[in-house]
């Protein structure tokens, strides 16, 4: 606990040290026990864009992979749609998948 002077006890905290996005990177990929080929997209994916924002030194941001995972979605949701129910039309498989 650290006392301030001011009578109220407050748990001290840990610094935060500033980000360090190879060593963030490192840390994750050492926890999940995988091996990223391309450690820049997992930079990239883990950036938002609120962040890159907030640092002139942040070039990247995951809006572009957000993109593209949706479109991956979009397909896998629409073949299991059309898969399973092969009664249904196309504007009900629509109404469906933007349900889901």
Do not use: Y
């Amino acid at each position: 606990m650290v006392d301030f002077n001011d009578g109220v006890r407050r748990a001290s905290r840990t610094l935060i040290p500033m980000f360090d996005p190879l060593a963030a990177t490192a840390t994750l990929a050492r926890r999940l026990g995988h091996v990223f080929r391309t450690p820049f997209f997992l930079e990239q994916a883990l950036t938002h864009t609120s962040f890159r924002n907030e640092r002139i030194d942040c070039q990247i941001d995951n809006q572009r992979l957000e993109f593209l995972g949706d479109a991956v979605l979009g397909l896998v949701i629409t073949e299991a749609l059309v898969e399973l129910m092969p009664e249904r039309r196309e504007g009900q498989l629509t109404l469906l998948k933007s349900q889901l």
